[in-house]
DNA sequence: ATATTATTCAAGTCATCGCTTGAGTGATGT
DNA sequence: ACATCACTCAAGCGATGACTTGAATAATAT
């Protein structure tokens, strides 16, 4: 009855596999990625009922990619460690060289322009002390309160032509958002660009820069 | 009609890791990992039908972790590019450090021995150089002859016993197989221990170290 | 104790997956 | 043309998956 060890082995590769193989649990660990956060919030910032998030966080954890806790009533989600946040940006990564169909998506993205390499986190570092860059963070407010790279201003997707002319025209914008998943990164950078500044993206989102221990500012 | 590109991309993303599901498909991808191969070839190693390994990968193309083409009568799968092999292998780690019942089996292998741990590609590169290790290949004489390690010897994991009297018992001993899912490796680690044999694992396999440009003997 | 809040469990439905079987297609050799 | 070989396609199956709904726990507050 006991298969083979090998067999085992490949079962359990495949069950962690499998963890990352539907659209709500990415994007559960795309929240989870922000920070921990119990049911009810993760439920409500991915849209999917109390429940259905329940059972697929039940999911992520069996296959060890995210870890809980009881606080109070609440059960509180986080990422099991780094290599989760490596995982994710890595299948992204695949998918982004081998699909066509993602090529397609973010050149519609990018909407004509055509969008320079981002910036690495180490460059954005070294540009902040030298205070020549302007930081823009495209999450929604709650996210950006909970831990945000210092002197990045907090802006919406649907503000940025209203604050724009607040944007100085010659220092460069570094844009980020959430992590492996961002897109709304790739949306204003268009936008900036359409309107003549000099923008580029951050390569990765708040995760990576904390995961990286770099500063992060709270509230 | 069209859905959000957020939710296009990450449709795209889950594609990519269902296609890592299945230990069917770890499996085909562990052979193809060890050189390109018709489908018959992959179909016989993996002893999965002929109908049912092309279906597989089919599924592996789709997701952008393998390319084909056509030569006369077969057709060749092959990795698409190393960035396949990591994802193997990133699941793995990510396996091995959260998952209870694979450290079960990893722990099964070593059969009581306290295996130590692997040696890196780059120390195996050293230590060759200075001529001061043994190597052992132990995959079958077909994936041995299709390339390997410069000095490695090619021996089957049933014939350990009759070839320790062979092995010096003062130089250590590096055991090395297919790659991120190697297994032999642990095994055989674990007898020429038990033997009284220093030896430790590769970190890694054939299709790593090929990977990293290091020399490859065929034949 | 009872109510409230946060989460999980259980049952049911519809879709998809993995595998098998048998037919179909494409390139090569006689 | 015909046979052969290597692979793919199509149909069918039992099993598993994703989601919904409504009930069951678990911890706190009244």
Redo the contacts with the bound molecule.
């Keep these: 009855m006991s298969i083979s060890p090998k067999a085992a082995l490949l079962e359990e590769y495949a069950v962690v596999a499998?963890a990352l193989?539907?659209p709500?649990?990415l994007m559960l660990l795309e929240q989870i990625a922000q920070g921990e956060r119990?049911?009810?919030?993760l439920a409500d910032k991915t849209g999917?009922?109390?429940?259905?998030a329940?059972?697929?966080?039940?999911?992520l954890r069996r296959a060890g990619l995210v870890t809980?806790r009881?606080e109070?009533?609440?059960?509180?989600y986080r990422l099991s460690d780094a290599k989760t946040l490596a995982l994710m940006d890595l299948i992204r990564v695949v998918a982004e060289r081998n699909l066509a169909q993602v090529d397609r998506i973010l050149r519609g993205l990018a909407d004509g322009t055509d969008a320079p390499e981002p910036v690495s986190r180490g460059e954005l570092a070294q540009r902040m002390s030298e205070g020549s860059v302007n930081i823009l963070d495209v999450r929604p407010a709650d996210e950006f309160a909970m831990g945000h790279i210092p002197g990045a201003r907090n802006v919406m997707l649907g503000d940025i032509d209203r604050i724009a002319p607040t944007l100085s025209p010659r220092t460069e914008i570094i844009v980020y958002c959430r992590g492996p998943y961002c897109i709304y990164a790739h949306q204003v950078v268009a936008v900036l660009l359409k309107l003549g500044f000099n923008a580029r993206r951050l390569d990765g989102g708040l995760p990576e820069w904390r995961e990286e221990g770099r500063r992060v500012l709270a509230s």
Tied chains: 1, 2.
């Design positions: 499998h193989s539907a709500a649990r119990g049911v009810e919030a999917l009922t109390v429940a259905n329940s059972q697929h966080l039940q999911a809980s009881r109070g009533k609440s059960v509180i």
